[in-house]
Structures are given as C-alpha cells and as structure tokens.
C-alpha cells in the first residue's frame, strides 16, 4: 500500500469509528455489532503501526471512547473508567494467559465473571452513603447522573453497618431485565413511540431522562463489579466481592475462582450455551487476575488493564434469502417495514422476519431484490439484519428502496424533521389507521370492552358499519344490518352491544388514554385526568398550563395542542360526550387534616423523593389550593431537582418564593 493510500485509508477509517462510537454513546443506537467495530478498531491500529507518521492522538485507537452529553454536569473520574481488551477465540485468550505468566509467573488465580450487557455506572459513597453516581463517559469524565440511578432500587442509597471503607468507589453495570424491556417497549408501540432495539439502548436512554420521575417507572438494575478505595481493605478480587456483597451490593452469583485455563475454557463453553436462560443479556465473560498485587504488578495500557480481558460471544449469524420488503402502517400512521425471510434456524428458533426498523435502516443496508442477509441474534430478542453477502448479489438486481407512499392508502409518506420514521399523514382514510385506532380505544388497558376484539373491529370496518371510536356507540340501532353479518350470532352481537354500553362507565382517564393522542401513556392520561379535572379543560389548556401538569413537558403538551386543535377529533369527543361517555374525573374527596395553608397557592415542579401526586395531596390536604401556571397570584413554587429553567425564570421575575419540599413540610409543622 502507498503512503498515500494508507493516509487516506485511515482517515475514513477514523472518520467511520468515530460515527460509531457517537452512535453507540450519545445517541444508543448503534448501527453495527461490536465484532466489526472491534475489527475496523483492529485494521485501523494495524495501519498506524505499518505508517506511524500518519498517527493522530485523537484517532479511535488512542481513546477509550465515548461522548459526553450536554444536559448533565460533567465528573472527572478520580480513576480512569477503561475499557477491556477483547478476544474472539481460545487462540486470542491463550496468548493473554501467556502474556500474564512471562509477567508474573505461574502462581496466580483468575476470576471470571458474566460480562453484562448494559452501561458502566461509578458509584462514590461516603460513610456508607451514595453521594453520586457518573457514567463512564469518555473514560476521563462523565455525566452526573445521580438523581436517575438512586431511583434504581437495588443500588444501596445508605449502606447497612459494615467494615467498608469511609470513603469508595464502586463500578458496576446498569441493565434492563428483558421482561422488562419487552413489556416497556411494547407500551412504547402502543403510546406510538419508537421502540428501542435493545434492553442495553433502553437502559442507557432511561439514565440519561431529564425526569428521574420517568426513570422511577422503567425497572433498571446494576451488578457491581469493581471496588476501587484508597488503601482497599482485601488482598484479592475475589474477596472484595463477597465482602461488597456483604455490604448490600448487588455481586452477580455466577462468578467463579478459576485456577487453570482450563477452568476459564470450561466457565465459557458453558455460559455460551447458558446465557441464553439468563433473565438479562449477556455478550461474554470477563476474566479478570484475583490478587491485587499482581494486578498492580501488571499494570495497564493506555486503554485497558492487562489483568483483565473480556471474551466475547460469537452473535449467532445465519444467511438467508430476502423474500420481499412488506411495511405496517401503525395506528399513528408510522410506517415500519419488515424484511420477510425464507425461513431459517437461528439460535433456537426459527426467523421468518426482521424488523427493517426504518428508512435510514434501510439504505445503511442498501437492499437489492433477491439479495442474501446475515441475520444475527446476540443477546438481543429481536433478530437483526447485519449486513449483505455482496458475494450472492445477482449483477442488474434493482434496490429496493423505501417506499414514498402509503402501502395503505397511497398517500405520499411526510416525516417529521428529527424522527426517523415516515409517517402516513392520511389518520382520517388510512384503513389500518383507522382500524389500528378503533382495536386501541377498544383494549384492555383502555375500554376494556368485552365481546370486542381486534378481529371484529376489522369486519366491521371492512363492512361499513365503524369508522370512528363514536360509531361504536351506534352499533346497536343497526342490529338487524348486524344480524345479517357472517358469523356473528345474535349472542355475539348482544355481547359485544352490552360490552358497548357498560364502557360508557369507564374513567375519564381510560377514555382519555383510549384516544390515542400521541405520547399519552396510561400514566400521563392519568396525570392529566387528575390535573385538568375534565376534558373541557384539557382542550382549553395552553402550552404553558398543561407544563405545569406532573409529567408533561414540551413534546407531550404540543401532541395535546396538535390533536385537539384538529376539527375532526374535537367533533369526534363532542359525538362520544353526547354518547354518555365519561369526560369527567372522579373528584377525590379531601380530608382537611389542618388549616395550615389555608389561602395559600402553590405550584409543584421538578421530581421528589414523594411523588408530585403525594405533595399535592398534602397541600391540600392542609387547606392549600394547587394553581395550573405561573402568575402574579402564586404564593410559592415548590422545587425539586431538574426543574426546568423557564419556570425557574418566570417565578424569579414575579418575586414568588421558591421553596423546597422540605421547607413546605415545616410549614405544616411536619
Ligand atoms: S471490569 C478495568 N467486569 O465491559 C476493568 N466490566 O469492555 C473494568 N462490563 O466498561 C471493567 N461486565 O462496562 C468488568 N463483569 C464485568 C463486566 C464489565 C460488563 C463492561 C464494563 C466495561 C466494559 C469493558
């Protein structure tokens, strides 16, 4: 290779690792596996040595990696967080085992330990207290997330009486178990938001929310793994980790002493095979010298320690045929397309379709017809296309590109800027919309209705007979028309008209969540339900007011704004109102406790130790009234943590008092 070609070839390799590791680290949506990235990594390195002269000191081989995002403070990390060398194969870990003994000689243990799949949390306590936690960020620094990790249950936030070290740090992995991750990233379809890819991306996103409140409601857990103190008080890993456990730590059980490379080999051939029955993903194992002296003996490269190394799974990977390319039209009129697949086996199971996720999925993929894929599935649920085999490319086979118009109803596709998805913008002649909408509002966490399911809702539209939620609700004057409908007998239908009716009982806030507004989960409409009392003042509120609400912030207040500003949908709730419907919250009778507050107006923002809910009950609870925004008339704005600043602002120009919780609660003398 000329000199001039290896220059040129390591800038775009750069250029290329570079992308990636901000894909993987600020956005948590990377594009590919950590096999290629770790291979480019590799030639990239390869061509820095071979022509050192064209050596940057800020190429991807040179740093640990990794972004620091902007919305958090930044920590510098009192030790480094590094990386972990990575091997492939038996060959590539029996030269790090050789490695180690011409260093140390032969007398010395391993640890090897799960290597979990999720984000690296530094953990600092002091006298047995969390005072915070940082991501790992670039190594040298990262965010303070403190405020979104003490929400996570099993991270002790006070430790029990112990013999730890007055002051410590701790490092562990942040993870979301996949049930978990399945039934949050279904509610995200169902509220229309975009799913993650993986449990690790859900984990990573959910730490770094702005509203610890949201991050309370998505279970994470962290395993800790390494203990790094002053003068630490334990000889070996081993015995930091059982004592770590002691202290209330969350110690992965899987763990074992090794004392041979054979028991390295055999702890991995069987957590190859075992990873798959664990309740969260694992990627490989780490391996990990036992004595701290020999630890210190062998000391660390400029990325990575060299008593440690990490073994990587081979992601199981098939080929197949590309049948065809089909898209789903959501009810929000999002446009998912789907690799259809000749059939194959793959760990375990056989794979028929993949997701294509979205456009830009798309062209990274540059699909041609009749082109063969590499299908993978790592610790991740839902198989994934990785790539092409060019090999296989039939000369002349045209692209296949993503469609421009509805596979629907042929409406041109629009995107919102910012969003990855199209969108069908035609929500009111779009079938599946229109049907997707109906089987929402009909659901079990919506209307629950009975003697109603997805299928039906399809027939009936198909026959005429619904096309918006109020139809519903007329069904019964066309009982004879029903009648005369395939399969449906006379019970059926008086099943379903009864389901119908009894429905017009259900809460204001399953109504409201079965609307469908985008961005309106269960909870929000709870929320809203609560704050706004009733719909009416749900469709008058203006930005500023539905703000002020308990977990609305700017995205959600404009999906309301958009969705009620819109004639069709304001008829539609004036159809259901005369239908009976509920569009009325249930007051909550209030206990007065005492007149403490009595006069007093208050506002409640950012995230607490009690919920928002909670506080507000206490205000009222002692007389107090809750305002919906911020004006000349509010006596105090109750402040937590991650307040957002233009409230902050507003209040500071209006002179009102900001107050703690705290302080709140000593004005009830509590
Ligand atoms: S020890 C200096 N142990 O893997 C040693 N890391 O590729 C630092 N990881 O940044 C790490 N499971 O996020 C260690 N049992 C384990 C691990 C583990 C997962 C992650 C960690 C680290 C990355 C390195």
Redesign the pocket.
């Known amino acids: 290779m000329s000199p001039a070609e290896a220059k040129q070839q390591i800038e775009a390799l750069s250029a290329e690792l570079k992308q990636h590791t901000y894909n993987y680290y600020v956005l948590a949506m990377p594009t590919i596996s950590d096999f290629d990235f770790d291979k480019k990594l590799e030639t990239l390195a390869a061509l820095e040595k071979q022509f050192p002269g064209f050596l940057d000191p800020d190429s991807p081989t040179q740093r640990v990696g990794g972004f620091i995002t902007k919305e958090f403070q930044t920590v510098r990390h009192r030790w480094p967080?590094?990386?972990?060398g990575?091997t492939y194969n038996e060959q590539e870990l029996l030269d790090f085992d050789q490695r180690i003994r011409k260093a140390i000689g032969d007398n010395f243990q391993y640890v090897c330990?799960?290597?979990?799949?999720?984000?690296?949390m530094s953990l600092t306590y002091q006298n047995g207290k969390l005072i915070r936690a940082v991501t790992?960020g670039d190594g040298t620094q990262g965010d303070d997330v403190t405020t979104n990790v003490k929400t996570i249950q099993s991270i002790p936030k006070q430790l029990k009486h112990g013999d730890y070290p007055a002051e410590f740090e701790i490092?562990g992995?942040v993870f979301m178990h996949l049930k978990a991750f399945e039934r949050l990233n279904q509610e995200r379809v169902e509220n229309g938001e975009q799913p993650y890819a993986n449990p690790r991306n859900f984990a990573s996103g959910t730490v770094k929310l702005q509203d610890s409140s949201e991050v309370a409601k998505r279970p994470l857990d962290c395993?800790l793994?390494?203990l790094y103190a002053e003068r630490p008080p334990f000889k070996t890993h081993w015995e930091s980790l059982q004592a770590v456990k002691s202290w209330g730590f969350h110690v992965?059980e899987h763990?074992r002493l090794c004392n041979t490379m054979d028991d390295v080999l055999a702890f991995i051939k069987e957590w190859d095979k075992r990873r798959f029955d664990l309740s969260y993903d694992?990627d490989g194992i780490?391996i990990?010298v036992n004595s701290y002296a020999q630890q210190e003996e062998l000391g660390f490269t400029a990325k990575?320690?060299r008593w440690?190394i990490?073994y990587k799974f081979k992601a199981e990977q098939v080929q197949t045929e590309l049948l065809a390319v089909t898209y789903q039209v959501g009810r929000t009129g999002a446009v998912t397309p789907v690799a259809n697949l000749k059939p194959v086996l793959l760990a375990g199971t056989t794979v028929k379709r993949a997701t294509l996720h979205n456009a830009n999925e798309m062209l990274r993929l540059d699909l041609h017809k009749g082109d063969w894929v590499f299908v993978e599935k790592g610790g991740e649920i839902i198989p994934k296309i990785i790539g092409v085999n060019m090999e296989k490319r039939v000369t002349g086979a045209p692209t296949i590109d993503y469609v421009t118009e509805c596979p629907a109803c042929a409406t041109p596709l629009t995107r919102v800027e910012g969003e990855a998805a199209f969108y069908c913008p035609n929500d009111e002649g779009c079938p599946p919309q229109i049907t997707g909408k109906i089987q929402h509002f009909i659901g079990r966490k919506a209307m629950n209705i009975d003697g109603l399911g997805d299928e039906t809702i399809e027939a009936l539209y198909q026959r005429g007979f619904i096309h918006h939620i109020s139809d519903l609700y007329k069904l019964y004057e066309q009982i004879d028309d029903l009648k005369k409908m395939e399969r449906f007998g006379e019970k059926s239908i008086n099943n379903m008209l009864d389901g119908i009716e009894k429905s017009k009982q259900m809460p204001f806030e399953k109504v409201l969540f079965g609307l469908g507004i985008r961005y309106i989960g269960e909870t929000v409409a709870k929320k809203l339900a609560v704050h706004f009392k009733n719909i009416d003042n749900l469709m008058a509120a203006t930005l500023d007011e539905l703000v002020v609400a308990e977990e609305i912030g700017d995205r959600i207040a404009h999906s309301i704004i958009e969705y009620f500003g819109n004639e069709h949908h304001r008829e539609e709730i004036k159809k259901l109102k005369a239908a009976g419907l509920q569009f009325v919250a249930e007051e909550k009778e209030v206990v007065l406790q005492s007149e403490a507050l009595a006069g007093k107006t208050f506002i409640i923002s950012g995230t607490f130790e009690k919920s928002r809910d909670e506080l507000k009950d206490i205000i009222e609870q002692n007389g107090g009234k809750i305002l919906s925004s911020i004006s000349a008339k509010l006596n105090y704005l109750v402040a937590g943590d991650n307040m957002g600043p233009s409230k902050l602002e507003k209040a500071q120009k209006l002179n009102i008092p900001i107050i703690s919780d705290e302080e709140l609660m000593g004005m009830i003398g509590g």
């Open positions: 967080m590094l990386s972990l990575n330990e799960l290597k979990f799949d999720g984000l690296s790992r490092r992995e395993f793994y390494f992965n763990s694992i780490v990990k990575s320690p440690a990490s």
